[in-house]
């Protein structure tokens, strides 16, 4: 689409590079700023250029002017300008791997689409259906965000994203990276629904098994993230009993979007479950 009131466009080389002006609006991927009409941007900010490795491990070489190391903890840095289709070549575990490559097939874009659209941009448009937003709070991932005074700050990415299209994100505040931390040999479940075999995601549920505990993460039928824990002897329909807003758009109806996520979230937790007995 061609953005009629944008009137200019930036290659940032450097930090200093991102501090904006009123009207100029960062972009990475692109696909979803050139999809839509943006009326109130008038200039755009490349965040590509920056040259941020598509994945960082602990110990690998990066280009000048970039800080060396990563926090203690850190498995795993995943640029926010990382596209879609490089996160799933990233140096994921076996069992992560095929976690990332679901979540990456959850949203339907097409292989075109994954080649452009990066993590942080599908982070930072916040769709209750985001395969990024699912697939790193699963993950326990944390959001690295530059403040415009030069620091940087950390939350979770289910603090990170507040409803539909909302963010924590101040302005002149930029997405870095998403840190994902160690899992070891912790082992993943997924499950998906639409109301169509190839319709909008209605509901994702993806569990992770902490030794006897089950950090459920539900997406796509919620507004936000949601994060529970699901102990050996608690019930995941009952405690998803107590969530009061579900999400309604044409994707599903809340009542159905509450019926069909309690369903999977009781075979997510069997699944896992009946692994560990394994």
Same mark, same amino acid.
């Given at each position: 689409?061609?953005?009629?009131?944008?009137?200019?466009?930036?290659?940032?080389?450097?930090?200093?590079?991102?501090?904006?002006?009123?009207? =100029?609006?960062?972009v990475?991927?692109?696909?979803?700023?050139?999809?839509?009409?943006?009326?109130?941007?008038?200039?755009?900010?490349?965040?590509?250029?920056?040259?941020?490795?598509?994945?960082?491990?602990?110990?690998?070489?990066?280009?000048?002017?970039?800080?060396?190391?990563?926090?203690?903890?850190?498995?795993l840095?995943?640029?926010?300008?990382?596209?879609?289709?490089?996160?799933?070549?990233?140096?994921w575990?076996? =069992?992560v791997?095929?976690?990332v490559?679901?979540?990456? =097939?959850?949203?339907?874009?097409?292989?075109?689409?994954?080649?452009?659209a990066?993590?942080?941009?599908?982070?930072?448009?916040?769709?209750?259906?985001?395969?990024?937003?699912?697939?790193?709070?699963?993950?326990? %991932?944390?959001?690295?965000?530059?403040?415009?005074?030069?620091?940087e700050?950390?939350?979770?990415?289910?603090?990170?994203?507040?409803?539909?299209?909302?963010?924590?994100?101040?302005?002149?505040?930029?997405?870095?990276?998403l840190?994902?931390?160690?899992?070891?040999?912790?082992?993943?479940?997924?499950?998906?629904?639409?109301?169509?075999?190839?319709?909008?995601?209605?509901?994702?549920?993806?569990?992770?098994?902490?030794?006897?505990?089950?950090?459920?993460?539900?997406?796509?039928?919620?507004?936000?993230?949601?994060?529970?824990?699901?102990?050996?002897?608690?019930?995941?329909?009952?405690l998803?009993?107590?969530?009061?807003?579900?999400?309604?758009?044409?994707?599903?109806?809340?009542?159905w979007?509450?019926?069909?996520?309690?369903?999977?979230? %009781?075979?997510?937790?069997?699944?896992?479950?009946? =692994?560990?007995?394994?």
């Open positions: 689409m061609d953005l009629t009131t944008v009137t200019s466009y930036r290659h940032a080389r450097e930090r200093g590079d991102l501090r904006l002006v009123p009207g =100029e609006a960062v990475a991927g692109g696909t979803w700023v050139f999809s839509t009409p943006q009326p109130s941007t008038t200039g755009l900010v490349d965040l590509t250029t920056l040259g941020w490795p598509a994945w960082e491990t602990p110990g690998s070489g990066l280009p000048d002017g970039l800080p060396e190391g990563l926090p203690e903890g850190v498995a840095r995943v640029a926010a300008t990382c596209t879609v289709t490089q996160v799933q070549d990233a140096p575990s076996s =069992e791997a095929s976690l490559r679901s979540c990456a =097939e959850a949203f339907l874009m097409s292989f075109k689409i994954q080649r452009l990066t993590v942080g941009g599908n982070l930072c448009l916040a769709l209750p259906a985001g395969a990024m937003i699912s697939l790193f709070a699963a993950l326990g %991932a944390e959001v690295v965000v530059w403040t415009p005074d030069g620091d700050r950390r939350e979770s990415v289910e603090s990170f994203v507040r409803g539909p299209g909302r963010t924590s994100l101040a302005p002149g505040e930029v997405v870095r990276a840190d994902v931390p160690d899992h070891g040999a912790a082992r993943f479940a997924f499950r998906r629904t639409s109301l169509a075999a190839l319709g909008r995601s209605a509901s994702v549920v993806v569990g992770r098994l902490d030794r006897d505990v089950v950090r459920l993460v539900v997406t796509a039928a919620t507004p936000r993230p949601l994060v529970l824990s699901v102990g050996p002897d608690d019930d995941p329909a009952a998803l009993g107590a969530v009061d807003h579900w999400y309604d758009d044409p994707h599903g109806a809340p009542d979007r509450a019926a069909v996520t309690a369903t999977l979230a %009781a075979q997510v937790c069997a699944e896992l479950r009946a =692994e560990a007995v394994g």
